[in-house]
């Protein structure tokens, strides 16, 4: 059996984030030599992922980052199976060194097989599969262009939003971010009623004269009643035209016009669960 040293068993761990007895099983196996022992490593991973392949990744962290002059955003979700491992401090680092080459990117397809640190980002997942002894995985890849782009991470990574600005105002960073937390809390739809799916609509309108039916309506009020339940369901679920939750006497859009000749042109959500 090749004897192997402490130092050279650390070493692996540190390039691969592997567990001590792993890694010191991994290179009595390569006889000594790390890339043999990194391979190893590596199929050790695809047989855990193999197992592992149907089992549900609800928890995770959520990430978004913004490039250095604030015109492009990425929300990734790194997705495992329990809060526990979600909460772990080396996940949520790889979530954020993930976040971060996502940027690179404009689709999940081109991110997934960039390189990342001599493997692509697929690899990667499938190798700390292997490492976590959970299914990782990226759940949501979203991206948002604008002339000014701004985001927010919910406490615990659970939610992340981006929000886009048409212009780069004074104080563009705290409308935006102001902006991108009322799109975390209130979740809002679409971006103004045009964005509304129209099945959304029409269920919305038929959902309404279901209840005006149950309280005595008449038929032939029934039209010009629901229209004005509508506006009420755009005004509390898309996002320009909602109550500002940090000033509910002005809508959204009102308040990101007090920063000058500005609106709101776009937004993602991403959360967890």
């Known amino acids: 059996m090749v004897k192997v040293t402490a130092s050279e068993v650390s070493e692996l761990r540190k390039i691969t984030g592997a567990g001590m007895m792993d890694c ?5 196996e390569a006889e000594g030599n790390f890339e043999k ?3 190893i490593l590596r199929k ?9 392949a149907d089992r549900e990744s609800s928890e995770g962290a959520v990430i978004a980052k913004v490039n250095d002059d604030a015109t492009s955003g ?17 996940f949520v680092q790889l979530a954020n060194d993930l976040a971060k080459e996502a940027l690179n990117h404009t689709t999940l397809e081109s991110f997934l097989s960039a390189d990342f640190n001599g493997l692509t980002v697929s690899e990667k ?15 949501a890849f979203k991206t948002i262009e604008a002339p000014f782009v701004g985001s927010y991470i919910h406490a615990g990574n659970k939610i992340a939003t981006l929000v886009g600005l048409s212009n780069k105002v004074d104080g563009a960073d705290t409308a935006a971010k102001d902006v991108a937390m009322q799109v975390a809390a209130m979740n809002p739809l679409a971006l103004d ?4 799916d129209a099945s959304v609509v029409e269920k919305e309108i038929e959902i309404a004269k279901d209840q005006l039916r149950a309280e005595g309506k008449p038929e032939a ?9 509508l506006k009420r369901f755009f005004k509390d679920n898309t996002l320009k035209n909602q109550a500002f939750i940090k000033d509910s006497k002005m809508s959204v859009q009102d308040y990101v016009k007090t920063y000058g000749d500005v609106v709101i042109t776009d937004f993602v ?5």
């Open 269 to 273: 959500r991403v959360a967890l669960g």
């Open 193 to 196: 009623q045009d964005g509304v």
């Open 44 to 52: 050790k991973g695809q047989k855990v992922a193999a197992k592992r």
């Open 37 to 39: 022992a990194i391979e």
């Open 221 to 229: 009020m029934l039209d010009n009643i629901a229209k004005g339940k």
């Open 125 to 139: 997942l499938t190798e700390q599969t292997g490492v976590i002894g959970e299914k990782i995985e990226i759940g």
């Open 24 to 28: 010191k099983k991994a290179l009595v």
């Open 74 to 90: 990425v929300v990734v979700s790194l997705n495992c199976e329990t809060d526990f491992v979600a909460k772990n401090e080396t």
